[in-house]
């Protein structure tokens, strides 16, 4: 299967400022998903975006297949943003497993 | 819809005993999953259905765990007997296909 890698592991902010989180992919993926598990441990979606640009107020995400990279751009962070994002990604082998990353721990300092 | 739909919510057992966690995937979604999250580990995949049938349960850690689905709308994932490393964070999603996954909120399983 595929593997991915997730970047930086751990980042620390301070209200306002923004932030790029990186997901990296071993191979080819089907699909794309960003999600944001929560303190209390609940898994959200943010994106579902196997390729292009996706914005969410401000939240931002950009998929590059070809380049088998994804983006995920938090801008004027807030306190409610702390948490880990996920990225997981789909084979394109005919796989439907959706294939985690570590994650980046993200604290909003206020 | 109401989302996947994952019980209990917490379960703490003595080791040894028999434990059984609950899933209703969203209906309509013809793919279920069921991952394990720790700190070691992360999140992990133990087993995928699709269609009610199990497709991949590399990640199944032993014969201790082992999972079914009886239906489109109903999965369980049972450990017998339980061990303290087993204690974790346990997930349902659900999909239609290879599109967009949901998660259940997650089962915390604490065995002393």
């Known amino acids: 299967g595929i593997q991915v890698e997730q970047s930086p592991p751990d980042l620390i902010l301070q209200e306002g400022a923004n932030s790029t989180l990186r997901c990296n992919f071993s191979d080819s993926v089907n699909n794309l998903q960003w999600f944001h598990q929560n303190p209390w441990g609940q898994l959200i979606n943010l994106f579902y975006i196997p390729s292009g640009t996706k914005q969410n107020g401000r939240l931002s995400a950009t998929t590059v297949a070809t380049e088998r990279y994804s983006l995920l751009y938090i801008s004027s962070s807030q306190t409610t943003d702390s948490g880990v994002y996920f990225c997981?990604?789909?084979?394109?082998?005919?796989?439907?497993?959706?294939?985690f990353g570590r994650g980046t721990s993200l604290i909003v300092h206020p | 819809d109401a989302g996947v739909i994952q019980s209990p919510r917490h379960e703490v057992t003595e080791m040894g005993q028999e434990v059984t966690l609950r899933c209703k995937p969203i209906?309509?979604?013809?793919?279920l999953f069921w991952y394990r999250q720790t700190m070691m580990r992360g999140l992990e995949l133990l087993i995928y259905f699709n269609n009610n049938v199990p497709i991949d349960d590399s990640g199944m850690p032993e014969d201790r765990f082992s999972a079914k689905m009886p239906n489109a709308s109903f999965s369980t994932l049972k450990i017998q007997p339980s061990e303290p490393r087993d204690s974790a964070v346990y997930f349902c999603a659900s999909s239609f296909g290879a599109s967009e996954a949901f998660f259940g909120q997650g089962t915390r399983l604490t065995v002393v």
């Open positions: 209906s309509g979604h013809n793919s």
């Open positions: 997981a990604g789909t084979g394109s082998g005919g796989s439907y497993i959706p294939t």
